[in-house]
Structures are given as C-alpha cells and as structure tokens.
C-alpha cells in the first residue's frame, strides 16, 4: 500500500504530495514531543521506555526496556528508578526470578501518554484540516 493510502495508478494521486504531508505531520510530532521531553526533563531513552511499556499494555523487563531504548541495563534500570520517583511506572520484583524486575505503566504514566498521543493526534487532525 502506498503512503496515505493511495494507489499510484490512481489518477491525481502524487507520491511526493504524500511524502511531504508524512514530513510535516513528523516534524509536528517531533515538536509535541520535544516539548513534553523539555517540560519533564526526560530523555529521549526514558519516552521511549515510556513509549514501549504503553504500547505493550502489560509490564516490561528492564533488560527489555534497555533494548528498545537503546541503552544498556544498568542505564535502563537507573531510568527506571528516575520514572518510579515520577510515579510514572511502578517496579516490582518477579516473584519466580529475583534476578528480574517487571516495569509497569502507572497511572500517572498512561495518564501523560494519552496527554502526548492526543496532542499528536490533534496535530495530525489539525494538518488534515489545512489540506481539505
């Protein structure tokens, strides 16, 4: 399927049209979120955890976090730590492997994502608006 959902056999349909509306709706989203990442004092690597443990809808190892992340365990746990202090998410020791933690989503921490997807959501509604 091509970019926005077009066939290029259609007539009227323009691939570069398309590629310029996917950059400007990412550049806005890079904006949203450079923002919330200013205002919170995250890292990159800690959204991304955020990011991930949303998205997963169930708790996340460490070592799991550190790899979507890009960042190694140890970082990965040290930001954990920082998100916990947040309450952001919550740790909590896998009761079969005490060498394991389970990183959960608070609801603190939905909470502020929905508040980052729905602005990005909004800029993409918004931009849809400016083309019609």
Known sequence: MAIGGGNAEDTGFDIEACRNRLCRLM?????????????????????????????????????????????????????????????????QKDPHDARRTHIAMAPRGYATMRCILDDCEAARVASGRREA
């Open 27 to 91: 550049l806005a989203e890079r904006r949203i979120i450079a923002r919330y990442l200013k205002q919170n004092n995250w890292s990159h690597a800690s959204f991304i955890m955020l990011l991930e443990l949303y998205a997963a809808a169930k708790p996340l190892s460490i070592s799991s976090l550190g790899y979507a992340s890009g960042t190694s365990p140890a970082t990965a746990g040290r930001l954990a730590v920082d998100l916990e202090t947040r309450r952001l998410i919550s740790r």
